[in-house]
């Protein structure tokens, strides 16, 4: 099956970079994502890329997609305390319709 | 995108009943997904629910435990049937917008005392 890891935890300083990384398995994946998720809140689309790209940035986010090592980042640009959240990267299983395999997910606490 | 409406948000419940939660997209869309995320957990896929056809489930979920019904291209709802505490968690729908991306309601949080 496929798995998707991250790391637990990121702990950044206001107005710092923060960067979340994650790992995939399935190499014919079509849609990367990244979500995030503020407590007792739902999942929140924050950006995703098409296996075809290497980059794409959107604002102060920037996705990095190095598929020979199936690895994906997320880059937050002047890191803000409204920052802090679980950050859950995804991708699409090949041949399920778009049904999606989850990361771990991350926690970036963003500290004054 | 595509906007997607579930409720109720929450709800608290006595172990042995049922409920049904209910998804509503604002666009036609062929799949729908059930997800569910435990407590500190990420999220795992319950089942696709296809219109037209019975629902897929993914392993370790079973249709007697979790009902979908998928009337129409818009609408599908999610029962978890005879509750017990361990069924306490986040339910949350999924359909695609544009291009396939994939978009969540704001989940339900259920809560079995």
């Known amino acids: 099956g496929e798995d998707v890891e991250q790391s637990l935890f990121l702990s950044v300083r206001e107005g710092d970079s923060s960067v979340i990384n994650c790992t995939y398995t399935d190499s014919s994946s079509t849609y990367l994502y990244w979500y995030k998720q503020e407590p007792g809140a739902g999942l929140q689309l924050l950006t995703y890329?098409?296996?075809?790209?290497d980059m794409k940035q959107d604002q102060r986010l920037t996705v990095l997609l190095n598929k020979k090592d199936k690895h994906l980042s997320l880059r937050i640009a002047d890191t803000q305390t409204g920052d802090s959240a679980i950050y859950f990267c995804?991708?699409?299983?090949?041949?399920?319709?778009?049904?999606?395999?989850f990361g771990t997910g991350t926690q970036l606490k963003v500290e004054l | 995108s595509a906007v997607i409406s579930q409720k109720p948000s929450r709800d608290i419940c006595q172990r042995g009943t049922s409920l049904t939660i209910q998804c509503q997209v604002d666009s036609q869309v062929t799949m729908m997904f059930w997800y569910r995320q435990q407590p500190g957990q990420s999220l795992t896929l319950i089942a696709t629910?296809?219109?037209?056809?019975?629902?897929?489930?993914e392993s370790g979920f079973v249709i007697d435990k979790f009902p979908i019904s998928r009337p129409n291209l818009t609408f599908s709802t999610l029962t978890v049937s005879n509750m017990s505490p361990e069924d306490s968690s986040i339910y949350l729908c999924s359909a695609p917008g544009q291009g396939g991306v994939q978009y969540f309601g704001a989940g339900t949080r259920l809560s079995v005392l």
């Open positions: 995804a991708e699409s299983m090949t041949g399920g319709g778009n049904k999606l395999t």
């Open positions: 890329i098409f296996s075809n790209m």
């Open positions: 629910a296809n219109q037209g056809s019975e629902a897929t489930y």
